[in-house]
């Protein structure tokens, strides 16, 4: 009778011979990309500990929003690693960072984009060391006594809203080494700027954030425009206001190219493994995942959510 040391070498070898089969990334699913070893690995590279409970708020986000989870999974994971990079929480009613979902009407799918949030701005620059000060808020009707634009100088009175009108957004800053900014921009002037960087065909048609939290989305504006132009900018704020301002490709292009889909190697499911019993039972072994790149993951058939 064959030992189990022998029937383990056979079925070794034979599984190294076996040529991996390969699959698209598209047909793996959220949960079962994040449930590789090698995805694993990349957040705990990361986030250390925090990775378990990044991992779990990002299925969580993609589980309660039907448009992300239409929207192609590796743009998702690629989003939610700049998040993470940038150490900042992605759950939206939060506020510090969004992963929203854009539809390319010539490719026909949706992809996810990594959105900075105002809350994300003022933390990256408290990190910064060099804010003492830093905020902006909504200006209600009647609060706004006077604004001079020239010197910058601004009265409110928050206790003298008539109404839960805003008119328009107030941001300000101070630097520990006695520099500061006010800036304000009135709901015309925000209203100009979101129709004027809309992509959508229907220009004033509001999308996404805009939709869900105009709010939100009119002090991040405020916010970025005043850091950019005047504000001490780290290397993490830096490559939050790049990826901030990537353009979602949604617009029809005549001679855009083709993405090709993303190819992971899939290793042949094993043989199970014969014990050495008297009816010679089969036991079926679980085979486990190999690391390597993230455009490259080896994965089983049992990882996959198809047979």
């Known amino acids: 009778m064959a030992t189990n040391a022998g029937l383990k070498n056979q079925l070794a070898n034979k599984q190294q011979d076996a040529p991996a089969q390969q699959v698209s990334a598209q047909n793996l699913g959220l949960k079962s990309l994040l449930s590789t070893p090698t995805m694993r690995k990349k957040f705990e590279q990361v986030l250390e500990k925090k990775a378990p409970q990044f991992m779990s708020s990002l ?12 929207a192609e999974p590796m743009s998702i994971v690629s989003s939610a690693m700049v998040a ?98 006010t800036v304000y921009w009135t709901a015309d002037e925000i209203e100009e700027h979101r129709i004027k960087h809309n992509k959508m065909k229907d220009k004033k048609a509001k999308n996404n954030v805009w939709k869900s939290d105009y709010d939100a989305m009119a002090m991040k504006t405020v916010l970025r425009n005043m850091l950019g132009k005047w504000g001490i900018l780290s290397i993490d704020m830096q490559t939050a ?52 790149d993230l455009d490259a993951i080896q994965i089983s058939d049992d990882d996959l959510p198809f047979k």
């Open 59 to 70: 299925l969580n986000l993609y589980n309660g929003d039907p448009q992300l989870q239409a």
């Open 84 to 181: 993470a990079a940038l150490d900042l929480p992605i759950d939206k009613n939060l506020g510090y960072a969004w992963i929203v979902a854009f539809y390319d009407s010539k490719k026909g799918h949706k992809a996810a984009q990594f959105q900075l949030g105002y809350k994300g701005y003022i933390q990256l620059a408290l990190r910064t060391g060099q804010y003492k000060a830093i905020n902006v808020i909504p200006v209600r009707e009647g609060e706004l006594v006077k604004w001079n634009r020239l010197t910058e100088e601004i009265e409110i009175d928050l206790d003298a809203a008539v109404s839960d009108k805003v008119i328009g957004y107030c941001g300000y800053f101070k630097l520990i080494n006695g520099f500061e900014k």
């Open 241 to 292: 206001v790049i990826e901030d301002e990537k353009e979602p490709d949604i617009k029809e292009v005549e001679d855009a190219e083709e993405e090709a889909p993303v190819i992971i190697d899939v290793e042949p499911e094993p043989e199970p493994e014969l014990l050495e019993t008297d009816t010679a039972e089969k036991m079926p072994k679980k085979p486990s995942v190999n690391d390597m």
